[in-house]
């Protein structure tokens, strides 16, 4: 049973699209992009942000999700070495409607909003903290 030529070409092709989407995903994960919109805003007293907070971290992770610890360790470091940062974590699998208010179809995903509930940044994978920390504007400490 042999393949044709028809088949081997398609084959290939689809290996090189899903290559390249691959190699898509990677190069954006960790990297932060600026909010392009801030008309969706959101309601910080849902996630338990506190009036002086500065920023509020949001992280969407899921049980499944390894990348998501390495995460939750860097972003409540930064929380602790900043008294105006706090980070808060929800897990999608409780709360898919935030997922869905905010469009985020990965996990882990960061979105930093300011104190008005406006989103700053957003970030899909493990953030890079020295890109967090000037993203942010914040001294770096360590």
Known sequence: MGISALGA???VGVLVVA???GFALQRRSGRIRTAESAAH??????????PDDRVLLLQLSSPICTPCARTREQ?????????DIRHV???VADRPDVAKALHVLRTPTTVAFDRS???LLRVGGIPRRADLVAALSLEESR
Do not use: F, K, Q, R
């Open 9 to 11: 070409v398609v084959l």
């Open 19 to 21: 290559t390249v989407a």
């Open 41 to 50: 805003g959101w309601d910080l007293a849902d996630v338990s942000a506190e």
């Open 75 to 83: 972003l409540e470091a930064l929380a602790a070495e900043h008294a």
């Open 89 to 91: 974590e929800i897990d």
């Open 117 to 119: 509930g406006t989103e």
